[in-house]
């Protein structure tokens, strides 16, 4: 089991930045984590993947705005730097960890991002 707990959300005005963290029970075996995003009456869609190897896969949505980084002393941490919000950024966000095939998510953490 791969435990995800997601931190960092809150209420911000546009143009203003928040970072997220995502902490996991390990980050052993896992492949693949990434940060998704739940607007209300929207599917959960994409906002960026990160990769073992390092490699990003950023929704062209955020792209120049967000960056997903690793804590590589720890090397159990994820975090999501977000600047320059938008209010159509708000929604609740969500961690992710794909191990061995299995996808394992957080229960999210909530952005709401005001005029």
């Known amino acids: 089991q791969v435990q995800l707990v997601e931190s960092g959300g809150g209420l911000v005005q546009a143009g203003g930045s928040l970072r997220l963290s995502c902490a996991t029970s390990?980050?052993?075996?896992?492949?693949?984590m990434g940060w998704y995003r739940q607007a209300p009456g929207n599917q959960r869609e994409l906002v960026v993947t990160?990769?073992?190897?390092?490699?990003?896969?950023y929704a062209d949505s955020v792209k120049g705005r967000f960056t997903i980084s690793r804590d590589n002393a720890a090397k159990n941490t994820v975090y999501l730097q977000m600047n320059s919000l938008k209010p159509e950024d708000t929604a609740v966000y969500y961690c992710?960890?794909?191990?061995?095939?299995?996808?394992?998510w957080g229960k999210g953490t909530l952005v709401t991002v005001s005029l």
């Open positions: 390990s980050l052993f075996s896992i492949n693949t």
């Open positions: 990160i990769s073992s190897d390092g490699s990003t896969n």
């Open positions: 992710k960890a794909i191990r061995r095939g299995t996808d394992y």
